[in-house]
């Protein structure tokens, strides 16, 4: 047995094997440092030239992305400090959908920032008081800065500018491509009143083969399985909708059937075959051409189904057949009936097709306007089509976004310029030990142009001090143009990022580093030992975390 | 002071990043694609391929090959898949595919070597991508007219097939697989030519059967009774077992006298006989089920001189529906002669060791059976892959009626064009260009250097000759010269080219994005249940 060594301080109350740290040395610049390390990871992802980061995660999937929010969720990160940025960074994510990246620079050069005022004696509670009272500040000149207002939302050209910033980042040769596609989905599913648009209206179904810009949307929605019975395409279609399995009813008591002599025997199949037909047949009298159902299609239904030309379709997501019905107009029915005419759906084409090498059922509501609208995403390899799923995502958030807040400010980099030389200045008139705080604020929000320019191999500082030059004489909305490496107004070359957007980023990137900084002692536990933690099973849907 | 470094990723946790990670990403790809060059064109040669089970595949389709291959390191699944995704969207040119995306990586490092940006890299090359499927546009040439139209099929069958194993009977087999797809109906379902593999004969004693072939099904005494040949055959489909068997799963008797059990067995032994006389009733003299057809149902048959099979599989009894019509049924109750199928010609023949029946001269006929003969094995198995290519090939020219010159002349012409187009752009991105220009000669190139010819030499010729606007000169492996493949009649889809262009681009743009690597260490699977925290 091991010599027991007399443990001192924390130590003492602890198992065997926990940390601590305390202190502005041990833990605030230990935190920082984490979090900055965190930061130069994933900084080379900003921007519309950051490039992709191939992060292979805890089950072995493949991720080929430069989204933050995916990169930081993929990566395991273990650093309670650095943690905290992520959530901030998710945070983000749920409230806009985008500009993840941005929270996490910001915050740790907020930090990096800090980290040089603490080597100068400040403490860290005031360096937090100071980043607040600048951030305060900074969110009372953003509205100043708004340059316009998104005024059409039904436009398809309008709203194609307004998301081509948040693609570009993402996905930045094809752009064009997809801010069409998003816009004109967005289009067909906002309803009059746009501030009840819906992200889940907008489906996304990924094929194999073919190239990005072969990528299509449709009104309507696409499912990769093919149907059940023998039709296979039904224009101008009724339909009906179960949620349950279009098959016999079993009885949920254990029961046997008793037979008690030769006659019923003989009878008992005949009857079975006869109430089938008879319920199909109803089905069939109301108009119905299309069955889905959430289940297994029984043999002997399927035949009647055949019989009757109907076709099936069975559906296993419960969320699939919600959004149906909402794409068809339909009513779910519970047990197998035959529906009254209100409660049917309606859709122009409903058909089995070849995409790619894969069968597709599509329900196409050929019209201007619909419920759901489904964009096809075709790509070479799966992680390319993963991302480009990322960047439609994002896209339909800043639409969303744009919905609930139509303000926009010039993008390019050129807000944040514009807000770190107001801040500045007015930091120069507070009177106490925060002036230096709020000084570097104002540096830490450099960090993002300063990031675009590193990103597109240009000379940093260079670039940086061209643009205050350029914004202390009144060009308000001079941003960085990447392709021709020289600086333009972004209002001209239609670059717009979200006022809604920046706002949350500035907030949340903020209030993440005041927290960090006022951490002053960590302790750690002793890890159970174990194995990791095996994370929940999946939910069934891709997407339903946020809906049920 | 001693300070632990700062643990931020888990332990295990593989970070790589920088130009360098570029690089070696490149440098995997390339790794890639060398183990499957050779297998390019006529004289490309296959592989031989023991996977984790012992199981041995020969072939030289690259899809399959990078399948089998189970590549692991990270980037270089890429090209497997975009093997996959070409195999997806066209069925063949998958190993031209790899090959075209390696080289356009491999002209690239330079740039990436000297400091380019990446960014800059993708922006140009995706931009030339769609101008260089501009080109592929205007060159492509529509087919029309009925009798022009299989001619061209044949040529893109042949033309795929000339790569293949079976290359020496590409002419047998081209003709044989358009006609095969011309029997499909408008949707053209990939799963309605069924292929059966026979050991054994020869290569040339494969046929197209026009209806079905299939093996024969198991069967039960008074088989052999059964007539196996009939003319004007009506056929009954059936997913019914045709046996003595419980009516419902958990019914239970209550009896009480000797009679009333008495009563009881001859019921279902009625019920039995009530089906079987439903069926015969209707016409029909052959009789084919999914489920089993027991002792009973087969001397049953027999005795009034009618055929049946059970067990007999899902796709058989598709490809049966699409040929002969009339339905599938789950019931008899219902049976009549509307859903019969018809077909002329029904017969049993031995076909090597193996005894199969033939349904031919079918009344919808929009399935067909390809039967395959063959010596080893492995060398059927390729052949059916072949086939399988040379399918996908028509089926897909057939909806998409243009073709181009094989035998690297598509390519060199898009090389001269897209050269062209690179001096009249100003800047550093003409050097890109004149890059991506430069990459499509490989195809040429590795044909010549699989073929064994002097590979520089013929491209000088080709660069020649499409400099003065022969814009369809390719190779000719045969007289290992330069010539007219349009009119040799070296022909291939253009949707063929236009996908592998495509997805060769989206590789090369999705590894040069890349510049850095996380790989988390892999969690144990197995042994904890999920959703319970660890202890």
Redesign the interface.
Same mark, same amino acid.
């Given at each position: 047995m091991a010599m027991s060594i007399p443990k001192s301080g924390y130590n003492r109350f602890m198992k065997e094997g926990a940390q601590h740290f305390k202190g502005t040395?041990?833990a605030v610049q230990?935190n920082i440092?984490?979090c900055v390390?965190?930061a130069s990871?994933i900084r080379?992802a900003y921007g519309?030239?950051g490039?992709?980061?191939?992060?292979?995660?805890?089950?072995?999937k493949?991720f080929?992305t430069?989204d933050a929010a995916t990169i930081l969720k993929?990566?395991?990160?273990?650093?309670p400090a650095?943690r905290i940025i992520i959530m901030a960074s998710e945070m983000q994510e749920k409230q806009v959908g985008d500009n993840t990246n941005t929270v996490v620079i910001l915050a740790a050069a907020l930090l990096e920032h800090a980290a040089q005022l603490i080597n100068l004696g400040m403490t860290p509670q005031e360096i937090a008081a100071g980043y607040e009272m600048a951030a305060e500040k900074a969110l009372e000149v953003l509205p100043t800065l708004v340059v316009s207002e998104a005024k059409d939302l039904k436009n398809i050209e309008e709203v194609r500018h307004y998301l081509r910033s948040a693609i570009t980042s993402k996905q930045?040769?094809?752009e064009e491509v997809i801010a069409d596609l998003v816009a004109k989905a967005c289009v067909q599913t906002v309803p009059s009143n746009s501030f009840n648009f819906n992200v889940d209206n907008i489906r996304i179904c990924k094929i194999?083969?073919?190239?990005?810009?072969?990528s299509t949307v449709m009104n309507g929605m696409v499912f990769k399985r093919g149907a059940e019975g023998?039709l296979?395409t039904v224009s101008d279609a009724r339909i009906a909708v179960y949620t349950c399995p279009f098959d016999l009813t079993q009885t949920e008591t254990k029961?046997?059937?008793?037979?008690?002599?030769?006659?019923e025997?003989?009878s008992?199949?005949?009857g079975e075959?006869s109430e089938v037909e008879a319920q199909v047949k109803a089905i069939a009298d109301n108009g119905v051409k299309v069955v889905v159902a959430a289940g297994k299609f029984g043999?002997?239904y399927?035949?009647f189904l055949?019989?009757y030309k109907i076709m099936a379709v069975r559906l296993t997501s419960k969320f699939d057949l919600r959004r149906l019905c909402r794409t068809i107009g339909a009513q779910a029915q519970a047990r197998i009936c035959a529906p009254p005419v209100n409660l049917l759906g309606h859709c122009d084409l409903v058909a089995v097709k070849?995409i790619?090498?894969?069968n597709v059922v599509i329900f196409d509501k050929k019209s201007e306007k619909g419920n759901v609208a489904t964009v096809i995403i075709r790509?070479?390899?799966?992680?390319?089509i993963d991302d480009v799923e990322r960047a439609v995502d994002d896209a339909v958030n800043t639409y969303k976004a744009l919905t609930k807040d139509a303000k926009l400010l010039p993008g390019a980099g050129a807000v944040e310029i514009e807000l770190s030389r107001q801040i500045e200045s007015w930091g120069e008139k507070a009177p106490g030990l925060e002036q230096y705080a709020i000084k570097k604020f104002a540096h830490a929000l450099e960090t993002l142009p300063k990031a675009i320019a590193e990103?597109?191999?240009m000379n940093a500082t260079e670039v940086l001090t061209k643009l205050y030059a350029a914004h202390v004489g009144g060009q308000k909305n001079v941003g960085i143009d990447i392709?021709k490496q020289e600086l333009m107004d972004a209002i001209e070359n239609n670059i717009y990022d979200l006022y809604a957007g920046k706002r949350s980023a500035i907030k949340l990137a903020t209030e993440a580093a005041a927290t960090i900084l006022k951490v002053d002692q960590i302790i750690m536990a002793k890890q159970?030992t174990?194995?990791?933690?095996?994370?929940?099973?999946k939910p069934q849907d891709e997407d339903d975390e946020g809906m049920a | 002071?001693m300070?632990p470094p700062? $643990?931020?990723?888990?332990e295990g946790?593989e970070n790589k990043?920088g130009k360098q990670q570029i690089i070696s990403n490149i440098n995997a790809c390339q790794v890639v694609a060398d183990s499957i060059r050779t297998t390019l064109g006529p004289r490309g040669l296959d592989k031989l391929i023991v996977d984790s089970k012992g199981q041995t595949t020969i072939s030289n389709d690259g899809a399959t090959i990078l399948k089998l291959l189970d590549i692991v390191f990270?980037?270089a699944?890429?090209m497997v898949? =975009?093997a996959?995704?070409?195999?997806?969207?066209v069925?063949d040119g998958t190993t031209s595919v790899v090959v075209l995306a390696s080289e356009m990586l491999k002209r690239v490092k330079p740039f990436i070597e000297d400091g380019v940006?990446?960014?800059?890299l $993708?922006?140009s090359f995706?931009k030339a991508c769609?101008e260089a499927l501009s080109y592929l546009k205007e060159l492509e040439i529509k087919i029309s007219g009925e009798k022009e139209l299989r001619e061209m099929l044949v040529k893109c069958a042949a033309t795929t097939l000339s790569s293949k194993l079976v290359s020496q009977e590409r002419d047998f087999f081209a003709n044989m697989v358009v006609d095969a797809v011309n029997t499909l109906d408008e949707?053209l379902p990939l799963s309605m030519i069924g292929i059966k593999k026979v050991n054994g004969g020869n290569l040339n004693e494969s046929r197209l059967v026009k209806g079905v072939a299939f093996q024969k099904a198991f069967s039960y005494a008074g088989f052999e009774m059964q007539p196996k040949h009939y003319t004007g055959v009506k056929v009954a489909l059936l997913?019914i077992e045709l046996e003595l068997k419980a009516?419902?799963d958990?019914?239970?008797?209550?009896?009480n006298t000797v009679q009333?059990f008495q009563?009881?067995v001859?019921?279902?032994w009625?019920?039995l006989y009530e089906k079987l006389q439903k069926i015969a009733d209707s016409g029909a003299n052959v009789v084919l089920s999914k489920l089993p057809i027991g002792d009973v149902a087969t001397q049953w048959f027999a005795d009034r001189d009618m055929f049946c099979a059970g067990r007999i599989h899902q796709d058989d009894l598709d490809r049966l529906?699409a040929a002969c019509g009339g339905? =599938?049924?789950?019931?008899v109750?219902q049976i009549d002669d509307n859903v019969l199928g018809k077909c002329g010609k029904f017969y049993e023949q031995q076909v090597g060791s193996e005894r199969y029946n033939f349904f031919e001269d079918c009344s919808k006929a929009q399935a067909c059976t390809l039967l395959l003969r063959g010596g080893a094995e492995q060398f059927i198995a390729e052949t059916e892959r072949s086939l399988h290519d040379a399918i996908m090939i028509v089926r897909r020219a057939k909806k998409n009626d243009s073709i181009v010159a094989g035998g690297g002349a598509i390519e060199m012409e898009l090389s001269k064009m897209l050269r062209e187009k690179a001096k009249s752009i100003a800047g550093k991105e003409q050097f890109f260009w004149l890059a991506y220009a430069r990459s499509f000669e490989i195809i040429p190139q590795q044909l010549c250097h699989n073929a064994g010819l002097d590979g520089t030499d013929i491209l000088n010729k080709l660069r020649h000759r499409h400099a003065q606007g022969e814009k369809w000169s390719g190779i000719d492996i045969h007289r290992e010269a330069v010539g007219d493949n349009l009119a040799a009649c070296v022909w291939e889809p253009s949707i063929v080219k236009r996908?592998a262009i495509?997805?060769a681009?989206?590789?090369l743009?999705?590894v040069l994005?890349?510049?850095?690597?996380?790989?988390?260490?892999?969690?144990?699977?197995g042994?904890?249940m999920?959703?319970?925290?660890?202890?």
């Open positions: 040395d041990e230990r440092e984490a390390e965190l990871q080379s519309p030239n490039m992709n980061k191939m992060v292979i995660n805890h089950i072995e493949l080929v430069n993929e990566l395991d990160i273990q650093h650095a930045y040769d094809n194999l083969g073919s190239g990005v810009h072969n023998e296979k029961g046997t059937v008793l037979i008690e002599n030769a006659d025997l003989v008992f199949s005949k075959e043999d002997l399927l035949h055949n019989k070849e790619g090498d894969e790509g070479s390899s799966q992680s390319r990103n597109a191999g392709w159970a174990g194995g990791p933690k095996p994370r929940g099973p | 002071m300070r700062i $643990i931020l990723l888990k946790t990043q990270p980037a699944s890429v898949d =975009i996959k995704s070409q195999d997806a969207e069925g940006h990446p960014q800059l $993708i922006r995706s769609e949707s997913n009516e419902k958990n019914a239970e008797m209550r009896l009333d009563a009881v001859d019921a279902e009625n019920i529906l339905s =599938i049924l789950t019931t109750s996908n495509t997805a681009t989206e590789a743009c999705l994005s890349i510049d850095q690597t996380v790989k988390n260490v892999r969690t144990p699977s042994g904890q999920p959703g319970l925290p660890g202890q």
